[in-house]
Nanobody
Framework: QVQLVESGGGSVQAGGSLRLSCAASGRSFRYDVMGWFRQAPGKEREFVARITWSGGSSYYADPVKGRFTISRDNAKNTVYLQMNSLKPEDTALYYC????????????????WGQGTQVTVSS
């Protein structure tokens, strides 16, 4: 079983920054891709960013390009999401997820999910 635990959420004003962490654990944990998703009230879960464990290749959704940075620490089995220049529309519950090599931007491509951490950005 794989466990993913997010942390680092909170409330900030527009223009502020937050860094989310996702610690992965479990027997023989090794998934190829780690992703961040978010879900605002009344909206569908949407892709934010993903990164590969091996080469560190990263991909971003258009709304966060240039503001968010995903990174990973293989030794700690932890993935981070640095969020800068936050906007009120970034307010959502943020989830990390683990998937196989084929995982891309669709939530269905990911097998394990964390419980989420709330990010609230006020104007």
């Amino acid at each position: 079983q794989v466990q993913l635990v997010e942390s680092g959420g909170g409330s900030v004003q527009a223009g502020g920054s937050l860094r989310l962490s996702c610690a992965a654990s479990g027997r023989s944990f090794r998934y190829d891709v780690m992703g961040w998703f978010r879900q605002a009230p009344g909206k569908e879960r949407e892709f934010v960013a993903r990164i590969t464990w091996s080469g560190g290749s990263s991909y971003y959704a258009d709304p966060v390009k240039g503001r968010f940075t995903i990174s990973r620490d293989n030794a700690k089995n932890t993935v981070y999401l640095q969020m800068n220049s936050l906007k009120p529309e970034d307010t959502a519950l943020y989830y990390c997820a683990a998937g196989r090599f084929s995982a891309r931007s669709a939530p269905s491509g990911y097998e394990y999910w964390g419980q989420g951490t709330q990010v609230t950005v006020s104007s």
